[in-house]
């Protein structure tokens, strides 16, 4: 029995698109390819080595992944949607696999996921170990297939999560409140450091609001899929040194400004060293780890606080029907 698989592709236009496409175009695929184009100013154009009868579903621009994926699984027929990021590259034997992933599927498995490897250096940079995070990261939709009766059960991605952070995470926890079970495949798939500036990791921080989301959502997510605590209690710490000393400062206490000055400074010491040790060591990764430690935690606990006045109306998922 072959199980139909259509695969969703959504992009922002990046150039690794084409190479995705010419390694999907080597083999004869259980479906169709869906590209959704959500670049905003342009609009994405195929690359002569594609999968015959691949098809362009253009969003409104800028709207996210959630949502990109979305319009690609509506425009999807065969009863498995596979999603996958423009910037990953499917491993020797990856359509095959990808049928045998799905094929095996029980019935109440709602979703499978890719086994995602990430090659980087022995000793990594900071920001190839945070990539390397998708190797062990539960349910990410790097390379993930679904079941369409299931996205279907509880209505797809949750399109308030705007950005490529959370949303795999919220549509995981749903399907499981909802009854379905997730498995994991044996299917292969590359996901390349993309290059990036020194300071992405603060960038990153956005991602704090979406936690606020998530958690107004699904109280007990991190039960739910298996996550261990982040950093964030960590860095309020360090921001309530910062803002004591500069307090304490302020009304004249110089002794308290001193203290808590240098506790702060520890503190702060401590993350970078965490970020350095491991890495290369070189020059321009001490300095960079350095500048973005010291600003990493104050930028996380603004967007901590704009998520929760962002979010601050969002009911529990699912919304309780008044009697």
Avoid at 26 to 36: A, M
Avoid at 145 to 174: K, M, N, P, Q, W
Avoid at 212 to 231: I, Q, T, Y
Wanted: proline share 7%.
């Amino acid at each position: 029995m072959t199980a139909a698989v259509d695969i969703v592709i959504p992009s922002i236009g990046r150039p690794s698109l084409a190479a995705l496409l010419a390694r999907l175009e080597r083999d004869r695929l259980p479906g169709r390819v869906i590209v959704v184009d959500d670049s905003v100013g342009g609009e994405i154009e195929l690359p002569e080595r594609a999968p015959l009868g691949t098809v362009v579903v253009r969003t409104a621009g800028g709207a996210g992944p959630a949502a990109a994926r979305n319009a690609g699984w509506r425009r999807a027929e065969a009863p498995f949607v596979a999603f996958l990021d423009d910037d990953v590259l499917p491993g020797d034997g990856w359509v095959g696999d990808l049928v045998e992933d799905a094929r095996r599927a029980d019935p109440d498995v709602a979703a499978v996921q890719g086994r995602i490897t990430v090659p980087r250096r022995a000793r990594a940079t900071d920001w190839e170990r945070n990539t390397a995070r998708l190797e062990t990261a539960p349910w990410i939709t790097a390379d993930l297939v679904v079941r369409r009766s299931a996205l279907e059960e509880i209505g797809g991605f949750d399109e308030r999560f705007r950005r490529a952070y959370r949303e795999d995470t919220d549509l995981a926890v749903r399907l499981l409140r909802a009854g379905w079970r997730l498995g994991r495949g044996q299917r292969r798939t590359a996901h390349p450091v993309r290059p990036a500036p020194w300071w992405v990791s603060v960038g990153m921080q956005a991602g704090n609001a979406d936690d606020v989301l998530l958690e107004r959502l699904h109280s007990n997510w991190r039960d739910v899929v298996g996550e261990a605590p982040g950093r964030y209690r960590r860095h309020q710490r360090t921001v309530a040194l910062l803002v004591g000393a500069v307090v304490a400062a302020v009304a004249g206490r110089r002794r308290s400004a001193l203290l808590l000055g240098g506790l702060w400074l520890i503190a702060s010491g401590a993350f970078a060293w965490e970020r350095i040790s491991p890495g290369p060591r070189s020059c321009r990764e001490v300095l960079a780890m350095t500048a973005t430690s010291v600003a990493i935690p104050p930028v996380a606990v603004w967007y901590r606080c704009r998520g929760r006045l962002d979010h601050r109306d969002v009911r529990p998922w699912p919304i309780e029907r008044a009697d």
